[in-house]
């Protein structure tokens, strides 16, 4: 608690005027980003820049977010360095320069030294996956956004290491919901749903949380054939994984007394729908555990990521990405934030009204969240006042306990 109080003192401005914090000039600078990526001609090349360039902008913001300074003028600054990157690219690829070109003799490839050799590996691998599917919101119909998304992560899960899978979940989930003041001896017994489960180790968490029964459902064919696989090598019982949308669940009115939607109505086209199926499923008195995205300037900046590659194909970038060595988590994280068809932000005013609107009876929202060494959620960033957290994160994601 004295170090909520410690950063309180300390996030008052940190002494800055509050026209530091405006983001009148971040603005302005992500319409031009878009509009000057749109602007760019169709080829190979400028493909690869952008894929290249985004991905080098996603890890300064990255960097930015992770720091105590105000994010606002290092943003600007990356904002106009995009700006003027943007700007060669476009000079490079302008009529005038192939004019000129041309007219020098055109293409010779002894010329080519004078692009550097990173920038010609890029063009290289563009090339040869040129032709590769466009796997973005470009292209994503909204009667097929669950099934792509479905695919998208049902390729990443698997790739989870089985420690990941058995270990992580558990501890979690349990500091997760003890630190909200929900009391796990609740669950003891309980009919469970994971809704949207991805690789399943929050099901499997779940389980360990001492309950009758809990089922993973997911869009996604190969994590659960992979979750399926899993349990059953370890011989577990009470927990099994099954291939449907969360919209048109197989379940019966009424079957279970909890539902777990982490993460994943924010991915399709209607959130509202979603929380509407899962009221069918639950129990009278029985509680749903929600995340979903709140509405903040970080996320205003990934969307415009997301608009200047909407056209990559997700192999090139994949490829890119990939070969960065992460650990998985981080691999997964930017590639399905580059990727997934859709991601909604709401207020929470928003949720709410939602929650009302359908009959829930009640919903508390849950303000803390983990902190682990180099790692912490922004509603918890938010909770403890760290140095702009409001001004990255706004009121934080959104995270609730509701009740049927
Ligand atoms: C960000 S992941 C979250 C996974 C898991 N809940 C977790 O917290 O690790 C989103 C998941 O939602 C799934 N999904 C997307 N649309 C779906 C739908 N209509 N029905 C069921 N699952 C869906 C995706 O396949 C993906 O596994």
Redesign the pocket.
Known sequence: MSEIIENDKNNSNNGEPPEGRDLTAVNLYMDKIRTAAKELPDNQGVTAAKAFYMLEFSLRLEEIVDSDENPVPLILEELRLLDYKFGRVKALYSDDNYVRFMKRGGFKPEKMHIASEDFQNLVDTASYIHRAPVVSKASAKLENV?EI??EL??NL?PLRSDEEFFEWGTPFLKERLDLNGIDLEWFKGKKCL??????G??TLAIRNLGVREVVG????EG?IRDATERVTRAGLTNISFTH????EMPFEDNSFDFVMC???LH??PDTAAGLKEIFRVLKPGGHLWVYLYGHMLYYDLIEMIRDVVADVPLALAANYIFNMGWAFERYLYWQ?TFFVPIRTYLESGELEDIFKDIGYSSWDRHLRDIQREHWITYCEAVYRKYPYADVKYGEGDLRYWVTK
């Open positions: 669950n998304s479905g992560y049902s899960w994971d809704a949207g489960c991805g690789g180790r929050t459902l997911d869009i996604g994590n449907n949308s969360i919209f982490q993460g994943v991915h399709t399905t």
